[in-house]
């Protein structure tokens, strides 16, 4: 039970945002929400993380809404080489530790 | 951020034998974990390495088919037993800072025949 629900897939021409939805609507007060992306063959890469104020990092610009529900992943300018699975996780109670979840994220392809 | 190495990359391996894959952190940290990536798929938590102790394993994991040892901070081992066609999958090794990010390795591609 990852607790985000992404679209499967987008794209996205090169050189326009991209924006990356993520649910996240039973999210308690104190978790974060983190985005991670791997590109093919290699390991996930972390992005950027937020609990209720908007972020800004060299590589993105997160959005969280007030009620925290749902945010989205801005990256301003997407190039060819942001063609990645994005992944939006919360951590889920497990054993008395809250770990982090993968769900299905979201396959973004960046086109010419 | 935090380096970490992941020994071996890939390894094709025969049906019935065991591999120990090996995790290397380039400085102390307080979690690590194990996952899975099953070709096309998502990734899935097998279990968190708790320094010397037994490590805690998620639904649908066992320690006799994924025994873990982590003998310090810096390092762990994850063993893929008895393997099977079906334990073909990317095992990856993951640390997490204490904001709560986690690294990475590049994983450990494993193809069992």
Redesign the interface.
């Known amino acids: 039970d990852a607790k985000t629900t992404q679209p499967p897939s987008m794209d996205c021409a090169e050189g326009r945002a991209a924006n990356l939805p993520c649910n996240h609507s039973t999210i308690s007060g104190n978790e974060?929400v983190?985005w991670?992306r791997q590109i093919h063959s290699?390991?996930?890469?972390?992005i950027i993380?937020g609990l209720k104020n908007n972020e800004t990092n060299e590589m993105a610009s997160l959005i969280i809404t007030e009620d925290r529900k749902s945010s989205t992943l801005i990256l301003p300018h997407a190039t060819l080489r942001d063609t990645a699975v994005y992944?939006c996780i919360v951590r889920v109670p497990?054993?008395g530790?809250y770990?982090?979840?993968?769900?299905?994220?979201t396959s973004l392809i960046v086109h010419p | 951020s935090a380096v970490i190495s992941q020994k071996p990359s890939r390894d094709i391996c025969q049906r019935g034998t065991s591999l120990t894959i090996q995790c290397q952190v380039d400085s102390q940290v307080t979690m690590m974990f194990w996952y899975r990536q099953q070709p096309g798929q998502s990734l899935t938590l097998i279990a968190t390495a708790n320094q010397g102790s037994e490590a805690t394993y998620e639904s649908g994991f066992v320690i006799d088919k994924f025994p873990i040892s982590r003998p310090n901070l810096t390092f762990s081992t994850l063993t893929v037993s008895n393997m099977s066609p079906e334990d073909s999958s990317i095992y990856l090794c993951s640390v997490e800072r204490y904001t709560g990010e986690l690294f990475f390795g590049e994983g450990s591609r494993l193809t069992v025949l």
């Open positions: 974060y983190y991670y290699q390991g996930p890469q972390y993380h992944y497990s054993g530790s770990i982090p979840t993968f769900g299905r994220g």
